[in-house]
């Protein structure tokens, strides 16, 4: 029996065009991907027929499977079958999302894997909307948070903390909290006029960019119906936008 092996590959933000090569080869020589919610239809589509497909979607308040630890079982049940086996992840595998833990998993497991970086949307998503999240007039600085966190975590995010310590701050996952994270930031010292631009499906067709300020934010989201997923931008840079606005 051959040697089993796991790629933790991320397949991007959503454009299929900005799946790496080498994420692509690897999905081709894969006997099994297990994928996530987020994966452009695109990219699984045209690979052999042999290829075993398992969704492992999750999305707020509903997964597919029971819980987390199930998808590392899915992985090394295969791989000690002697299988090729990709784990495929929106965006990068380990970027605000559970690529580490999964790849802790397989080495305690004794499990070959390898990762192959993808493309974040954290940077590509504003850089779909014209956004630059630097820029050598506006911003030298930026953070990529999370606005979504696991209650039982120790430490969590001090967004007071943040408001003030970086130039461009761009939150995922945190449109369901967006009030109270806009609320704190605005406590921590960041003016209320801060620019603000949030982006839904970005990079995808279906692309749709709100842009105004802390202040206004909140309501503009109710109004418009904003909803996951989306980046949130915060910054000065957040000007630039309708200058640079190139997607259609």
């Known amino acids: ?66 819980g987390q630890e199930a998808i590392p079982t899915i992985l090394i049940t295969n791989a000690e079958k002697g299988k090729v086996v990709v784990r495929l992840k929106g965006g990068d595998p380990f970027l605000l999302g559970r690529g580490g833990e999964e790849a802790q998993q397989l080495s305690k497991a004794g499990i070959d894997f390898e990762v192959v970086p993808g493309i974040t949307s954290a940077l590509a998503v504003p850089a779909y909307a014209g956004i630059p999240v630097t820029h050598r007039k506006f911003a030298s600085s930026v953070a990529i948070v999370t606005g979504h966190e696991d209650p039982k975590k120790s430490k969590r995010v001090d967004w007071k903390k943040l408001a003030t310590a970086v130039d461009t701050i761009v939150i995922l996952m945190g449109i369901s909290n967006l009030q109270p994270i806009l609320e704190s930031l605005v406590e921590g010292g960041r003016s209320p006029e801060s620019p603000v631009a949030i982006i839904e499906r970005g990079t995808t067709s279906r692309q749709r960019v709100t842009v105004g300020n802390i202040r206004t934010m909140t309501s503009q989201a109710v109004e418009r119906r904003i909803a996951a997923p989306a980046v949130i931008v915060v910054g000065d840079v957040v000007n630039l936008q309708k200058e640079l606005s190139w997607f259609k």
């Open 1 to 66: 029996m051959r040697k089993g092996k796991v790629y933790l590959v991320g397949a991007g933000p959503g454009d299929k065009g900005l799946l790496t090569t080498k994420a692509r080869d690897i999905l081709r020589r894969a006997d099994v991907i297990v994928y996530d919610r987020l994966i452009a239809r695109q990219i699984l589509q045209g690979l052999p027929r042999h290829v075993v497909k398992i969704y492992v979607g999750k999305r707020s308040g509903t997964h597919s499977l029971p």
